[in-house]
Nanobody, 122 residues
Framework: QVRLVESGGGLVQAGGSLRLSCAAS????????MGWFRQAPGKEREFVAS????????YYADSVKGRFTISRDNTKNTVYLQMNSLKPEDTAVYSC???????????????WGQGTQVTVSS
């Protein structure tokens, strides 16, 4: 069992930055691939970024590539999402997820956090 708790969301102006954190419980965190997803009001949840168990492989949605960076610290059981050059269309609830493999698909993740709100004003 893995419990995930996100933090770091908030209100920021367009062009600004935020760093999200996802703290995981459990001793097996380093075995899991991790992903960040987001869901805007009235829209389906969408993939943002993923990272494999070692941190050696990352993947990004085209909409965030070059602006967002996913990373992890297995000694702290934490995965991060550094978000730069934020746009109003990045406004959403951001959730982290853990699964056996890092993937763009929500169905391959076993554990989910509650999410943290990110609001980008124009």
């Amino acid at each position: 069992q893995v419990r995930l708790v996100e933090s770091g969301g908030g209100l920021v102006q367009a062009g600004g930055s935020l760093r999200l954190s996802c703290a995981a419980s459990g001793r097996t965190f380093s075995m899991y691939g991790m992903g960040w997803f987001r869901q805007a009001p009235g829209k389906e949840r969408e993939f943002v970024a993923s990272i494999n168990w070692s941190g050696g492989s990352t993947y990004y949605a085209d909409s965030v590539k070059g602006r967002f960076t996913i990373s992890r610290d297995n000694t702290k059981n934490t995965v991060y999402l550094q978000m730069n050059s934020l746009k109003p269309e990045d406004t959403a609830v951001y959730s982290c997820a853990a699964g056996r493999l890092a993937s763009v698909s929500t169905t391959l993740y076993d554990y989910w956090g509650q999410g943290t709100q990110v609001t980008v004003s124009s």
